[in-house]
């Protein structure tokens, strides 16, 4: 049975003040507060209807209604439905306006969502193909310890610090990155393979001693380049909500975003536009009390990963939906910028 206009306009008064006030809302409050020109036994009486079409919920006998996923639903279509994409148009910085460290722009533009927003943000970093090993550096920080810098051809940086048992010469460092380098920067994974596995050792000669931390290092890295990153951010921000003041709520939110497995599934693109996923609308039962907002962000039109708000289900979607588009077209903007041959 559709929604009339009498009873569309009472059910948006009530998600909005529910988002507001976290209080449920009884009839002579939306009197009170809304111009309908209704009285509020009028009210009361659409309320009942919009209950029992499952809009709205009565949480306790004597009070007043919260919207229902159901509810929630119909607010959100309608946003979505009538959305206006008022992003502005920027003109992307130059290359040498950003950090080209991949990880680190996605990482910044979700830590900066999640500090508008004042929601959790995750985020799914993407996976570009082909993702090579552009340059090896060896960086003496002690006479037994090694920094390993890595940096792909994508722009992905990745450092690790490699202790050994015995005292380097410095003289050394030159010879070690002008081999790995060698060896290793822009070969596939099976050439990459042979060489540990085969002549590693014996090019390090009399330096062998430092080819196990190498190789480990090395293979390391290699598996996390393969691997699909999720990262969060604004993870306290749960907590400025009533809803988890609930010691067992907010321990259980922590658990989920602990769960990167289950985020990478959350996160997993199914439209390529702005998804929202309300209460029991999501498919895990991890995250039956919370909505996610997510949307992707892109690489020249292509996808390249995903962009998510999480927070309780009474959240200001409107708002919300704004905010993480204008913020994925900016990123989308500045990663086509300056990976122009990529993914």
Sequence with gaps: MPLDNRKRKILYAIITDYIMTAEPIGSRTIAKKYNMGLSSATIRNEMADLEEMGYLEQ????AGRIPSDKGYRFYVDSILE???????????????????????????????????????????????????????????????????????DTGIVKNYLLNFCQNIDRNLFEFLNNLLNDKIAGKSEKDIFE?????????????????????????????????????????????????????????????????KSLLNKVLEPEVDFIDVRIGRENKFEEM?????????????????????????????????????NMMTKELSNILSNIYKDEI
Excluded: C, W
């Excluded at 949480?59 to 004597?62: D, E, K, V, Y």
């Excluded at 909505?291 to 979607?317: F, Q």
């Design 195 to 259: 060489f540990l596995q085969n002549d590693i050792r014996q090019m390090l000669g009399e330096v062998a001693f430092i080819a196990d931390e190498l190789i480990k290092t090395i293979l390391l890295s290699l598996k996390q380049l393969q691997e699909t990153d999720i990262y969060a951010d604004g993870t306290s921000h749960i907590l400025d909500f009533p809803e988890y003041k609930d010691l067992g709520k907010a321990k259980n939110f922590f658990n989920l975003l602990d769960n």
């Design 288 to 324: 039956k009390d919370l909505s996610v907002i997510k949307t992707t962000y892109k690489i020249n039109g292509r996808v390249a990963g995903t962009i998510g708000i999480i927070g309780p289900t009474r959240m200001d979607y409107q708002k919300l939906i704004n905010e993480i």
């Design 59 to 62: 949480p306790h006998t004597s």
């Design 82 to 152: 009538n959305y206006v994409d008022r992003t502005p148009v920027r003109t992307p910085p130059t290359h040498e306006e950003v950090i080209v460290e991949f990880d680190e722009i996605i990482k910044k533009y979700a830590k900066i969502l999640a500090n508008i927003t004042r929601h959790t943000t995750v985020a799914k970093m993407p996976k570009l193909n082909p993702d090579k090993i552009k340059r090896i550096q060896l960086i003496p920080v002690a006479s037994n310890k090694m920094i390993f810098l890595l940096v792909t």
